[in-house]
């Protein structure tokens, strides 16, 4: 979140950035792929862990900006931008 990209879109402080970091963590649900033998090999390598959690756990969906992931066919309707899980979940 500290990347200069990410930071212009966001404009937090870093301050701001580890709290909400730090609640994140405090509410997390620690997840494990269920098979990951039967999982389609990710976009990419770097993103394996994402695609095989995807892949064994159909109420998730990704929320993240990457166009490798965003564009795959296999995962289409199971990733989504930030700004389009924010307008639904605005309803």
């Known amino acids: 979140m500290t ?8 404009g ?10 730090v609640d994140l963590a405090r509410h997390a649900i620690i997840l ?3 098979n990951t033998k039967t999982t389609p090999v990710a976009p990419d390598p770097g993103d394996q862990f994402l695609w095989d959690l995807l892949a064994s756990l159909n109420d998730l969906v990704l929320v993240t ?8 066919e296999l995962m ?9 899980f924010a307008a639904h979940l605005a309803g």
Do not use: C, F
């Open 3 to 10: 990347r200069p990209k990410l930071a212009n879109l966001h």
């Open 12 to 21: 937090l402080s870093e301050s701001e950035i580890d709290t909400i970091l």
């Open 32 to 34: 494990t792929p269920a």
């Open 65 to 72: 900006g990457d166009e490798l992931l965003r564009h795959n």
């Open 76 to 84: 289409r309707n199971r990733v989504t931008l930030p700004q389009e």
